[in-house]
């Protein structure tokens, strides 16, 4: 088994969460009966280059398929997020209706919607068949394939290249990252931006954010190995934010290495952050899976003390980092969690995959009047609690399990 990006043979394990079904492979009823896959699910360190990594023991057409479960679009807060990018990069990089826009695994449409309203063209590629086909009903224009060079090549001859490319929460989930960097380098112009977002690596060790962890996340990123793998495709890293998005988050901007725009001093810093946290060596990587652990021991012992007292316990928010909290675990059926709560059609009637908790409507919470609603995912804590103050009517409470186990009461309820 080697490194995904440099080619090294990987041997240090930085993660072992042992095996779990793919964490957005929901389960209908008839499922139940039937045998269910699990891959293995143990996190790799490349000792060369520092590309944390996931094996490729889920093909991504096993996962992004006619049934992926995610839809971006029914989460307020992530609406909120796209929008104010859209207004930021127009304005940043001068589009308009003679700019070309193209925005990789655009999902549901919920991006490139604020361009379509600006009147800026825009092509949106996704290989989720269900979630194109949503898009394509907004009236965004959309490639159900998976981005590579070849594709890229196709791209530029078909529509010439693009001014901006966007990425958002994309680069961590393809297993030949060389090929789909190469692809982005292929189709932006000379003069062109393409920006990406993933969750920082950086982030994820400090915060113990193990949940992040499933099949379709096969690297996990630092701006360091980041800068590694653009250098490679002769793309510059010209500018670097921190956002707040899943728990933490990079925006990089990238260019040819021969553009014109000038490199941010932004970029140094969050360099030398890792660099500080020892993200360049070893050292940096020890002590994560002994966090992780007793971050689950806290879980199963919070759990089995809402069972002596007789407390319900329901989920909200029927996320892939949820999946990995339960399946690692170890929790199945509906004896600690009676159900998990969601806003999104495309998955209330069915089962998570591993656990076999059911999804339902919110109209449960109101039913069972839970004792405490366990947040899933944790990153849009805010959004939820404000959401469902209402437990508080008859006492009920938050918890969440990242970065640290914490009850927490309801916000004030609005009237």
Known sequence: MNCRHCGAELSDVFLDLISAPPSNTFLKEDDLSKPELWHPLKVFLCHKCFLVQVPEHAAPAEIFNNNYAYFSSY????????????????????????????????????????????????????????TAAVARNAGIE??????????????????????????????????????????????????????LEFPHLLEMIKQTQFDTVYHEHYSYLSLIVATQICEAQNLRIYDADKIPTHGGSLRIFLCHGEAPQQTTESVARILQQEHEAQLDRKAGYKRFAQDVARLRDDFLNFLLRCRRENATVLGYGAAAKGNTLLNFSGIRGTDAISCVVDRSPHKIGKFLPGSHIPVVNEAEI????????????????????NQLNYIAEWGGRFVRVVPRLEVLDPPPHLR
């Open 75 to 130: 989460s307020t807060s992530w609406l909120r997020h796209a929008a104010t990018y859209a207004a930021m990069i127009k304005e940043r990089l001068n589009l308009g209706p003679k700019s070309h826009v193209v925005e990789i695994a655009s999902n549901d449409g919920y991006l490139l919607r604020n361009f379509v309203a600006q009147g800026i063209p825009c092509l949106g590629i996704e290989p989720s068949a269900n």
């Open 142 to 195: 959309t490639w159900g394939e998976f981005f590579t060079k070849c594709l890229a090549l196709r791209l530029v001859k078909d529509r010439g290249a693009a001014d901006l490319i966007i990425g958002n929460n994309v680069l961590a989930h393809v297993p030949d990252i060389n090929d789909f960097v190469a692809g982005i380098a292929t189709a932006l112009a000379p003069h062109g931006t393409a920006t």
């Open 366 to 385: 109101h039913r069972l009047k839970p004792a405490y609603v366990l947040i899933l995912p944790w990153n849009l804590s805010d959004e939820i609690m």
